[in-house]
């Protein structure tokens, strides 16, 4: 039945754009009109557009834009800005309210899928924050007049990082009065998944509840602004405040328990961890050396044969939605002293706490403890296991892995507390100097501080001294208390299900801290002429040729710091920096204009020359671009830029650590009889290629939960990448049908070089696949035990210069507005065909192209055709309007069954496709009274389930068996808001 209603939906939506646009008869939200992306100067007549410096009566954008506007946004119910931009089909989502394990807090963009360290995020034309540090989480969203998202290299403009483009934030700066604006919603969904809660219940797991109501939100702003000097000055300010309530895994059917795929990978299991709560145990020494013990499930002092019946289930207690608070506020000022000079000044900070939350913390596998063969916390029968005759003799001590998940008593969930306090201040002097030519002076400094707090996680250290206990007058007592080496020590009893105490928790958790602080420094010079009135300009055009002459010195410093007990569980600190010097240029010939089959035609050319501290030559960075309109309807454009990105502050100075990564080693498991035990899928030829020794293959332990190790961090001898991005396309605004406009644009972006490091998942495969001596050189297996996890296994993925990236496509966008006599009906869409997303990560050793692809080494789905489409009633009166969204996303395939070598696993029944998927959003809006705006909406209208995907088909911002980013796991939201505005 619910197929049945998104047919119908997606019919009733497809057949309203088609009537709308077929019908002739202008305010879009989201509209692919590059005289949208534009901006008057205060002169008036002149003309700014995102993706260039030059001014000029007419300026029109030759890359491919699309404009968001406020209107958009209070339509979407959006307080996070990211979560706007996500929806577009030129973008990839990214770090995301949506991400727990492993989430650094922030919000970011990826455009076109090049990663989010790929585009520049600026605020009214200048930097947001260092590249490494942008969160857009500091964005006021209440008060932005318009994203511009501009495709295509900007280097020559912009300087390094805007390789696939940039995302340009207008913010309203000019507030004459009182604005203010409040928001509540909160989500639902019905949890009806009949498979998926049989499975949960056959496994005497908790199902999730059957409507849950959860991760409330509430956003209040309050904008005051005022014009002062008889209109030549004006002062804003503002503050902001959101507060979002968290969304439990366990509140959703998808992501209830962790889905393991069952035996020939036909079908669902609830997987989970091998460090569970009863415990498991493999002695690296003595008489059971490399055996699997566990403790048995009825709280006795018993070991048994491990298998993976006990997999403890760590999806409940983890976030689907962080928990989210935050405070900004900030204040922008302009003032014209003289018409030679206007200064102006702004200012923006931002405080914002959020917590992520994954199951309880374990004595971990991968970490070496030690047990004495006569502690009194053993049973005979666990001690003869683990020292054999020598159970009992204080002088003898075995090691071994232990993979202990304490879940009952005083035991809690891991907690990350990460808050973040970003500081921005800019300011600068403006003005005319002489009849089209003006300047500006500007200096911008900003500053990010993370304080992140790792809480509820037991010390491996602390936990070590805990196992060595000796009995002191029949009282159990740790030999660090004896010998005084640690007096505060706690015997743990870890040999039986809830053996430790209150007491031993309070000894065992031990927070970790750490500290990282980004800068930024940029000052910046500009000259700006239109030398029309100097009658230098074509004989056959209207206007003069523009130039801009400017300099940027930009400067970048990071320090990142640890405590120590960060530092002893293998944290490291950091710090480093650099700057660059550049000289920058663009200039703007036009050809003809109002002329037969001439309309327009134009020629841009820029040029950037950077010196960064870090490299001893220069870089070059240029563009040119065409635009030409045979008559006014119909205008062509086209452009290539030659772009940069210099390896970012991070990627030079971050320290290298070894740190957990969603994929599964194909050469553990278990040799036997056992259907409850995995067995090895690679041979152990391919896996002698990895350094598996005869000895070990058939008993080495596989990465628990599908987490493997990576060691990770910076590399100071980075060059920078190079792009070339092209860019072609169509406009068409015919005259005879007012209101409507079409684009269609063709883009090409190769990054050469880039800055990467091999993906952990990749290098497994194509070792395994190819027995390649490169990608084989990069395992690290522990050496006793042949794993590829712990403090001594990994698989090295630090930052390189790698091979190449390159996507290509084409992006639809039309929109269309009719008055009628019933009301106005506005119409627009914004669709992207995906032509490649090809990879090479080493030059001349192949590629893959993740085009309709997901999975372990293409990540987040890339479907071949996105789209998003509104359409809008407004009543005559323009009391109010009702608004319906449809977004669309295209099916995709599992790189697993695909025969590229890159790319090829085992083989897959489900999850071989994730399906097409339509989500439906409405809204409404009525001006209850003058300058008063109520709005209400739900987004997911029809309450659409997220596809399952087993977790080891999961890549980077997979969470809860799904993709949050790119399906919606919330369910309906709704919000109800109100704005004012005096």
Not at 284 to 312: H, I, M
Not at 356 to 377: D, I, K, M
Not at 461 to 475: K, S
Not at 658 to 675: F, K, R, W
Request: proline share 5%.
């Amino acid at each position: 039945m619910k197929n049945r209603t998104v047919q119908l939906l997606q019919s009733t939506a497809l057949a309203g754009l088609i009537a709308a646009f077929a019908v002739p008869a202008a305010a879009q939200t989201v509209t692919p009109d590059p005289a949208v992306g534009a901006q008057e100067t205060a002169t008036g007549d002149d003309i700014t557009v995102t993706g260039s410096r030059l001014v000029q009566p007419g300026m029109q954008s030759n890359s491919p834009i699309t404009a968001i506007d406020a209107a958009e946004i209070r339509l979407q119910g959006a307080t996070n800005v990211e979560n706007v931009l996500n929806r577009l089909p030129q973008v990839t989502p990214d770090a995301n309210q949506n991400v727990s394990n492993g989430a650094d807090g922030t919000a970011k963009v990826n455009l076109r899928n090049l990663g989010n360290n790929r585009n520049l995020v600026l605020v009214n034309g200048q930097r947001l924050l260092p590249i490494q540090a942008t969160d857009l989480n500091f964005i006021p969203s209440f008060l932005v007049d318009r994203i511009d998202v501009v495709t295509g290299g900007a280097s020559a403009v912009y300087g390094s990082d805007a390789v696939s483009g940039v995302i340009n934030f207008i913010i309203r700066d000019d507030l004459d009065g009182i604005r203010g604006d409040v928001q509540y919603g909160f989500s639902n969904h019905r949890n009806d998944t009949a498979a998926r809660r049989s499975l949960i219940a056959s496994n005497n797991y908790q199902n999730a509840l059957p409507s849950p109501v959860d991760g409330q939100r509430f956003d209040a702003n309050l904008a005051i602004g005022s014009n002062f000097g008889d209109g030549k000055g004006n002062v804003t300010a503002y503050f902001g405040y959101r507060d979002v309530k968290p969304i439990l895994q366990a509140n959703r059917d998808v992501s209830a328990c962790a889905l393991d795929p069952a035996a020939g990978n036909a079908g669902y299991v609830c997987g989970g961890s091998s460090n569970n709560e009863f415990g498991l145990f493999q002695p690296l020494t003595g008489p059971s050396a490399g055996s699997r013990l566990n403790n048995t499930r009825d709280g006795a002092k018993t070991w048994v044969p491990y298998d993976s019946t006990f997999r403890y289930n760590y999806a409940p207690l983890n976030y689907f939605q962080r928990n989210d608070t935050r405070f900004t506020a900030g204040a922008f000022a302009h003032y014209e002293v003289v018409p030679a000079a206007e200064v102006y000044a702004g200012v923006m900070f931002m405080d914002d706490h959020t917590n992520s939350q994954v199951a309880p913390s374990a004595l971990f596998q991968g970490y070496t403890y030690t047990v004495n063969c006569n502690n009194p916390l053993l049973s005979a029968q666990q001690g003869n296991l683990l020292c054999g005759s020598s159970y009992g003799n204080g002088a003898v001590s075995q090691n071994l892995f232990i993979g202990y998940r304490p879940v009952a008593g005083a035991a809690r969930p891991r907690r990350d507390d990460l808050r973040h306090r970003d500081y921005r201040v800019s300011g600068g002097v403006r003005g005319d100097i002489a009849e089209g030519i003006r300047y500006d002076l500007n200096g911008l400094f900003s500053s990010s501080v993370l304080t992140e707090t790792y809480e509820n996680d037991i010390d491996p250290a602390r936990a070590n001294r805990g196992l060595q206990v000796v009995n002191v007058n029949g009282v159990p007592t740790c030999k660090s208390v004896v010998d005084g080496s640690d007096p505060s020590c706690v015997p743990l009893n870890v040999f039986q299900y809830n053996g430790i105490n209150d007491a031993g928790f309070n000894y065992i958790y031990a927070p970790t801290s750490t500290r990282g602080v980004d800068t930024e420094t940029v000052l910046n010079g500009a000259v700006t002429a239109d030398l029309t009135s100097y009658g230098i300009k074509s004989p056959w055009a209207e206007n003069g040729i523009g130039i801009v002459l400017g300099v940027e010195h930009r400067r970048e410093t990071l320090k990142f710091t640890a405590d120590a007990l960060a530092q002893q569980k293998g944290t490291t600190e950091s710090r480093g920096k650099f700057n660059v010097t550049e000289f920058f240029s663009e200039v703007r010939v036009p050809i003809l204009s109002d002329m037969p089959f001439a309309h327009d035609l134009s020629l841009t050319g820029g040029y950037r020359y950077s010196k960064y501290s870090t490299r001893d030559k220069g870089i070059s960075t240029y563009k040119g671009e065409i635009s030409y309109a045979p008559i006014a309807d119909l205008r062509l454009r086209a452009s290539y830029n030659r772009a940069i990105r210099a390896p970012n502050i991070s990627e030079l100075f971050a320290s290298q650590s070894v740190g957990n990564v969603s994929t599964q080693d194909p050469c553990s498991g278990v040799i036997d009889n056992n259907p409850n035990t995995v067995s090895p899928t690679a041979s152990a030829a391919q896996c002698a290629l990895t350094g598996v020794t005869a000895a070990q293959y058939g008993r080495i332990i596989e990465c628990p939960s599908e987490q493997c190790s990576g060691q990770f961090g910076g590399n100071p001898a980075l060059k920078p990448e190079e792009a070339d991005t092209y860019t072609a396309g169509i406009v068409l605004e015919p005259h005879f049908i007012p209101r409507l406009s079409l684009s269609v644009d063709y883009f090409n972006i190769k990054v050469k070089d880039y800055i990467s490091s091999i993906p952990v998942s990749l290098t497994i495969s194509q070792c395994i696949a190819t027995g390649d001596p490169f990608f084989c050189s990069l395992f690290k297996r522990d050496t006793r035990t042949g794993t590829i996890f712990g403090d001594q296994g990994y698989v090295i993925s630090t930052t390189q210069n790698t091979g190449s990236l390159k996507t290509s496509g084409i992006d639809v966008g039309a929109s269309y507005a009719v008055p009628t006599a019933i009301g106005r009906f506005d119409a627009q869409i914004t669709g992207t065909w995906l032509n490649d997303l090809v990879t090479e990560p080493l030059p001349g050793l192949g590629k893959y192209d993740c085009k309709g692809l997901f999975g372990p080494t293409c990540g987040q789905p890339s479907p071949e055709w996105r789209h998003q489409a509104r359409l809008t009633w407004t009543d005559p009166s323009k009391f109010g309007s009702v608004s319906l969204n449809w977004r669309y996303v295209g099916s995709t395939k599992l790189t697993n069954n695909t025969d590229n070598p890159f790319l090829t696993g085992d083989k897959y029944v489900i999850n071989a496709k994730l399906p097409t998927y339509s989500y439906f959003d409405l809204a409404l809006t009525a001006n209850v009274r003058e300058g008063i705006t109520f709005r209400a909406g739900v987004t997911n209208l029809l309450d659409e389930n997220p596809p399952a995907i087993a977790q080891g088909l999961l890549a980077q911002f997979g969470n809860g068996n799904t993709y949050p980013g790119v399906y919606d796991v919330a369910g309906r939201s709704f919000f109800f808001g109100l704005t004012s505005q005096f």
